[in-house]
């Protein structure tokens, strides 16, 4: 069983910075890790995606240069970078775990099997 929190989020003004946290219960380090995100009105979307080591790592189009996942698998917890933010980038952002093997991680948000309560991120233009 892993838990999920997350943490880091807030109101911020077009072009800034966020880092969102995501602190997890349980043995991690089995896990691949995601950031979602559902905007009012939308489905939840993929942001981006890291594999147990951390050595593998995808992102979605519309964030791609601008966000960054990374994990410090020692303290259990995953990261989102978000730099030059944007208004669309204003949604929920969950955090999720995926029980895995070797290097897998996924974009499909079907394949986690635990997620976070999420955080508010609201960009203002």
């Known amino acids: 069983q892993v838990q999920l929190v997350e943490s880091g989020g807030g109101l911020v003004q077009a072009g800034g910075s966020l880092r969102l946290s995501c602190a997890a219960s349980g043995r991690t380090f089995t896990y691949a890790m995601g950031w979602f995100r559902q905007a009012p009105g939308k489905e939840r979307e993929f942001v981006a995606a890291i594999s147990r080591s951390g050595g593998n790592t995808d992102y979605a189009d519309s964030v791609k240069g601008r966000f960054t996942i990374t994990r410090d698998n020692p303290k259990n917890t995953v990261y989102l970078q978000m730099n030059s933010l944007k208004p669309e980038d204003t949604a929920v952002y969950y955090c999720?775990?995926?029980?895995?093997?070797?290097?897998?991680?996924?974009?499909?948000?079907?394949?986690?099997?635990?997620w976070g309560q999420g955080t508010q991120v609201t960009v203002s233009s």
């Open positions: 999720a775990a995926a029980f895995t093997y070797g290097s897998t991680w996924y974009i499909d948000a079907a394949k986690y099997d635990y």
